[in-house]
């Protein structure tokens, strides 16, 4: 707050106080500033609308939710997430601040939920202007509340300090408690997603394209903070130690024999598929690929082995770079070249594909051959949505697999599967096509930290 005194001391013989007066930094009696915390207006103005190729319905949905959950309903702020709902407002103004003196060298304390401290004296430059005071200030941890804190000079109701009220009213014309407030601006939190790094394994030599995925976060006040460093996977698992310390993950969770693994660093999947034989065709032999691999990309172990394999990962990323999700690409298996008996000249590289992933300590699983064509705003966002423990909408066509987590009216959800929206046949997120997926407004607002299955949530927009 701009603000600042002077203290001039005349003489008792200057009778109508026009003097020079002379400078008494100390003169001052303590002055008292009284905080408060406002929770203004939320802006939803950078929320698009629909439009036919990306339906989003987010916006009439968010404006909707902060509408009915709104703390005082005839006021158009208090619209932070609701105290009862993942605590997001404080109880009361004084739960905002933390008093005491934590905050050396100023002192403040809370009566009766209001909320004061005193302006200090700064004793090094003994400047007469130098007076400052300080609060500790504690908002929610939900991304999108906004603050705005008030700070106003505090006179105490008795007759000395509302002689000095009335002075100041007849001085300048305005009411004491409207002359000395002033207001911060206002401030939004947001939450941050950091990915900390991408492991090949091996390169698929496509560049993550993050902005798409950072923009579809930013709808939900978060702010992707991607990956800067991309190791190959013997970057990571580079001694004879480190690669068999996964081999011997693999042996526990599908008991393969030792004798019959070795250490890929094209794929996952560490035995070796029987040649094609002379007459087998492509499709016979694709086929033969995609099911001996799929005991082990998709069997009853999997998962388990997938959890396995990120803590061994983040064993190693974990010592240069502390915090984060990582990306893992990955082959299934290393590519085998197809031939075709009937045709000498037919030689086509094949990848099984079988799913994307995501996993506990924020590992993501994409899936190379996956990633050839479906957008990356999609597909990333999609799967590191899961480990922001973002559930499935439509994936079947028959409706949504978790109604109280989505909007049910929204078809265009980013944890939906294109090809599984009953109301959107032959829909497909892949790169170059104008329909892009969002999140939808309970994802939203989940990932801002709400409880999006509060029955005080609208079921849809
Ligand atoms: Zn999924
Ligand atoms: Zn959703």
């Known amino acids: 707050?701009?603000?600042?005194?002077?203290?001039?001391?005349?003489?008792?013989?200057?009778?109508?106080?026009?003097?020079?007066?002379?400078?008494?930094?100390?003169?001052?009696?303590?002055?008292?500033?009284?905080?408060?915390?406002?929770?203004?207006?939320?802006?939803?103005?950078?929320?698009?609308?629909?439009?036919?190729?990306?339906?989003?319905?987010?916006?009439?949905?968010?404006?909707?939710?902060?509408?009915?959950?709104?703390?005082?309903?005839?006021?158009?702020?208090?619209?932070?997430?609701?105290?009862?709902?993942?605590?997001?407002?404080?109880?009361?103004?004084?739960?905002?601040?933390?008093?005491?003196?934590?905050?050396?060298?100023y002192t403040s304390e809370e009566k009766k939920d209001r909320v004061f401290s005193k302006v200090y004296v700064q004793q090094s430059g003994n400047s007469p202007k130098d007076g400052t005071t300080g609060i500790l200030f504690r908002g929610s941890y939900i991304a999108g509340d906004n603050y705005s804190l008030e700070a106003r000079i505090y006179l105490e109701d008795n007759d000395k300090d509302n002689k000095i009220k009335a002075l100041h009213e007849q001085f300048f014309g305005t009411p004491f408690n409207e002359k000395f407030i002033a207001e911060s601006g206002m401030f939004t939190l947001w939450r941050k997603q950091h990915v900390t790094a991408v492991v090949n394994w091996p390169d698929p030599g496509r560049a993550i394209r993050w902005n798409d995925v950072a923009s579809q976060y930013r709808l939900a006040h978060c702010e992707l903070d991607p990956a800067t460093v991309e190791y190959k996977i013997t970057d990571l698992l580079l001694t004879d130690a480190d690669k068999q310390a996964?081999?011997?993950?693999?042996?526990?969770?599908?008991?393969?024999?030792?004798?019959?693994?070795?250490?890929?660093?094209?794929?996952?999947?560490?035995?070796?598929?029987?040649?094609?034989?002379?007459?087998?065709?492509?499709?016979?032999?694709?086929?033969?690929?995609?099911?001996?691999?799929?005991?082990?990309?998709?069997?009853?172990?999997?998962?388990?082995?997938?959890?396995?394999?990120s803590e061994l990962l983040f064993e190693k990323v974990r010592i240069l770079r502390p915090a984060?999700?990582?990306?893992?690409?990955?082959?299934?298996?290393?590519?085998?070249?197809?031939?075709?008996?009937?045709?000498?000249?037919?030689?086509?590289p094949y990848i099984p594909a079988y799913y994307c992933y995501g996993g506990s300590n924020g590992m993501v699983l994409m899936d190379n051959p996956m990633t050839v064509d479906e957008q990356d705003g999609f597909l990333f966002g999609h799967e590191i949505g899961h480990c922001r423990f973002l559930l499935h909408h439509e994936t079947d066509g028959t409706g949504s697999d978790n109604p109280d987590e989505h909007d049910t009216n929204d078809h265009n959800c980013i944890m939906c599967y294109p090809d599984g929206i009953a109301s959107r046949p032959g829909l497909t997120w892949n790169k170059g096509d104008s329909e892009e997926p969002r999140l939808c407004g309970k994802c939203i607002l989940k990932m801002r930290g709400w409880d999006n299955t509060d029955n005080r949530l609208p079921a849809s927009s």
């Open 1 to 105: 707050m701009p603000l600042q005194c002077s203290v001039l001391l005349v003489s008792k013989n200057d009778t109508d106080g026009t003097g020079d007066g002379v400078t008494a930094a100390g003169g001052s009696n303590d002055i008292v500033v009284e905080w408060k915390v406002n929770d203004p207006v939320e802006d939803t103005t950078f929320l698009p609308g629909p439009t036919a190729d990306i339906p989003f319905k987010g916006k009439t949905y968010i404006e909707d939710s902060l509408k009915t959950t709104r703390k005082d309903a005839a006021n158009d702020g208090d619209d932070n997430c609701p105290n009862n709902n993942n605590y997001g407002q404080r109880k009361s103004n004084g739960h905002y601040f933390r008093t005491g003196d934590k905050l050396k060298p």
């Open 246 to 309: 996964y081999l011997n993950l693999v042996r526990r969770h599908y008991g393969y024999a030792m004798a019959d693994m070795s250490f890929d660093e094209n794929g996952l999947y560490p035995r070796t598929i029987r040649p094609q034989g002379p007459t087998e065709t492509p499709g016979d032999y694709e086929d033969e690929i995609y099911d001996t691999v799929e005991g082990f990309s998709d069997g009853p172990n999997s998962s388990r082995f997938l959890d396995d394999l």
């Open 324 to 348: 984060g999700a990582i990306v893992l690409r990955p082959n299934w298996c290393r590519e085998y070249i197809i031939k075709d008996p009937a045709d000498p000249t037919y030689s086509q």
